[in-house]
């Protein structure tokens, strides 16, 4: 295998020694990283500030939100562990982690749910909670009873919320789908990436087509509501041929949703990549045919295409959502609830309060620390601006309609030419009022949206995620 070096790297550029942010986070970790903003187009860049002033903006936006306290929340807690590190996976994650470990961030996430709630006042009422960034599947029921608990003791969560969480299917069982739905969980992520025994090797994760059946099935068994089944397109050895073999043996299996993800080869963001052979890697050519291939299948067999790489069921809540108008991408996902500030528990959390984006500190023993200290442990904040706010609907509207009105551009004219410059090759549909997103565009709907961007405001992205 050719160990592959960023400027022979056929799939992106070397970014300049700024954005190089390899590093050891914690004492004893294997090799981590301190993770870019957030991969979801809705974040945009962000200034660095320090730790007293990030902190001051968050309280005083916590502060703002409590004088509301009818307004609902949503929360997404990050859950950094998976049982091993995937080459193809780009998130700060830490493996195989002993159970100590991981108890004592249980601790400091119910810490750290005391702490906000002692700022924005408690029994306010939640939409919607998430549990990923790793997976869920690493904590132990007693963990995750612990967790849910320390939020109902904070805040009121009704029968109807939106409760999901990511998991990896190498790591449940019947007994730990049965705890999730009891706890209330109605939604369960479950990484797969590709179903192809070579692909598998070259990505150094192993499951076969027989355990992802079994899995769905002890969910279903179990409650749960919907099953949402993650691929990815552009690993390694992946074929036409292998790729739409594991497209038709996921359709079979009956998830209520699909997502495909894309492979962006970056090690020098992450550097569990560098173990990737980029020699073996699809062509940007053929990763375009496995997408058009995909879309084609997941339609044909009752699928719709939300946004750039959801495919729900017709009878899907997001579809009725599309229909009605109310479709949203928030901080988590595609969700058909209504907008609600989104506050982030955990290491490298993102959330954001009335337009204004806050991060928790990346390194696993900051963040302990400023919560043992009853410091609340968000490291950067970028305030709202007039601007910053209309573009981030702006990349909404794109990201749920397919297409932006020139009325919502007013002020934007330098993203809303930009983007139109885009007809040149295809991706849209310049009209008198608006521009609409073409088929081809769909498929480049996440670099579209970074069009809408003031120039340098957008990092860089992390894309590759295992979903697991």
């Known amino acids: 295998m050719r160990t592959p070096s ?48 990030a902190r001051a903006l968050y309280e005083a936006a916590l502060r ?14 990050r859950v950094p562990f998976c049982a091993a590190h995937c080459f193809c996976c780009d998130r700060d994650i830490r493996a195989a982690q002993p159970d100590e470990v991981i108890d004592d961030y249980v601790a400091g996430l119910v810490e750290e749910i005391r702490e906000v709630a002692q700022v924005l006042g408690g029994r306010r009422e939640l939409l919607q909670f998430h549990l990923g960034g790793g997976t869920a599947s690493e904590l132990t029921g007693s963990q995750l009873a612990r967790l849910v608990q320390a939020m109902q003791s904070q805040w009121r969560m009704p029968a109807d919320i939106d409760m999901s969480c990511e998991c990896d299917p190498r790591r449940v069982s019947q007994t730990m789908f049965e705890v999730l739905r009891g706890l209330g969980f109605r939604r369960v992520s479950l990484g797969v990436l590709d179903l192809d025994p070579n692909v598998q090797q070259a990505i150094g994760r192993r499951q076969s087509a027989a355990l992802i059946d079994d899995v769905c099935e002890l969910a279903r068994s179990a409650g749960i509501e919907y099953i949402n089944l993650d691929l990815m397109i552009g690993l390694p050895r992946q074929t036409m041929a292998s790729w739409c073999a594991t497209v038709d043996r996921l359709i079979a299996m009956g998830p209520e949703r699909i997502r495909l993800a894309r492979y962006r080869h970056q090690p020098w963001h992450a550097p569990a990549q560098v173990a990737i052979d980029t020699e073996s890697l699809p062509s940007p050519a053929l990763m375009a045919e ?50 609600t500030p989104m506050i982030g528990l955990g290491v490298g959390a993102v959330g954001e309060i009335d337009g204004a984006m806050f991060w928790n500190d990346g390194s696993q023993a900051a963040w302990r620390n400023a919560l043992r200290h009853l410091h609340l442990p968000v490291s950067q904040a970028r305030p709202a601006t007039p601007e910053s706010v209309q573009r981030r609907a702006a990349v909404e509207r794109l990201l749920c309609t397919l297409e932006l009105a020139a009325a919502d551009a007013v002020g934007l004219e330098d993203g809303y ?23 081809a565009g769909r498929h480049a709907l996440h670099a579209l949206c970074t069009d809408l ?15 697991c």
């Open 64 to 77: 703002g939100l409590a004088d509301r306290p009818d307004e609902p929340l949503a929360v997404s807690a």
């Open 6 to 53: 960023p400027t022979d790297d056929p799939h992106g550029d070397r970014p300049s020694p700024s954005v190089l942010k390899i590093a050891n986070l914690d004492a004893g970790a294997s090799m981590c990283w301190q993770p870019s903003p957030a991969s979801n187009p809705l974040v945009q860049g962000m200034p660095l500030g320090g730790n007293p002033s």
């Open 453 to 467: 961007d003031e120039p340098g405001a957008q990092p860089e992205g992390r894309s590759a995620r295992c979903g």
């Open 417 to 439: 030419g930009r983007l139109a410059a885009r007809e040149a090759e295809g991706l849209v549909r310049v009209l008198d009022d608006r521009i609409v997103v073409t088929e």
């Open 290 to 339: 496995l997408a058009r291939a995909s879309a084609e299948m997941l339609r044909n067999a009752g699928y719709r295409w939300i946004g750039a790489d959801q495919f729900v069921l017709e009878h899907d809540e997001l579809s009725r959502a599309m229909d009605d108008g109310r479709l949203r991408r928030s901080l988590i996902s595609y969700t058909a609830a209504p907008a």
